[in-house]
């Protein structure tokens, strides 16, 4: 089992930043592809960035390219999601999760790979 717990969500205004954190324990964090996905009301579940176990790779979708980072310390057990140039858009439930995934898919965008969730934080962004 992994327990994930995000931080660092909150209000903030169009134009804005956050860093979201996501603290991670129980089986060994850097076995895990880690992802970053969000929710807004009346909406799917969607991804936003995913890095591999060692941050060599990382994948974002279209939608926050140029605009967002996924980071992540092992040592620390943590991803990270730096948060710049924030649009309304962006206001959503922010959820971590995390993968075991092979070693020629390092990183995933698709939920169903992901086997541990985040309870997630709230990210509201004022126009």
């Known amino acids: 089992q992994v327990q994930l717990v995000e931080s660092g969500g909150g209000l903030v205004q169009a134009g804005g930043s956050l860093r979201l954190s996501c603290a991670a324990s129980?089986?060994?964090?850097?076995?895990?592809?880690m992802g970053w996905f969000r929710q807004a009301p009346g909406k799917e579940r969607e991804f936003v960035a995913g890095?591999?176990?060692?941050?060599?790779?990382?994948y974002y979708a279209d939608s926050v390219k140029g605009r967002f980072t996924v980071s992540r310390d092992n040592a620390k057990n943590t991803v990270y999601l730096q948060m710049n140039s924030l649009k309304p858009e962006d206001t959503a439930v922010y959820y971590c999760?995390?993968?075991?995934?092979?070693?020629?898919?390092?990183?995933?965008?698709?939920?169903?790979?992901?086997?541990?969730w985040g309870q997630g934080t709230q990210v509201t962004v004022s126009s």
């Open positions: 999760a995390a993968a075991t995934l092979t070693s020629i898919v390092v990183v995933s965008s698709e939920l169903s790979d992901y086997e541990y």
């Open positions: 129980g089986r060994t964090f850097s076995n895990y592809a």
């Open positions: 890095i591999s176990w060692n941050g060599g790779t990382t």
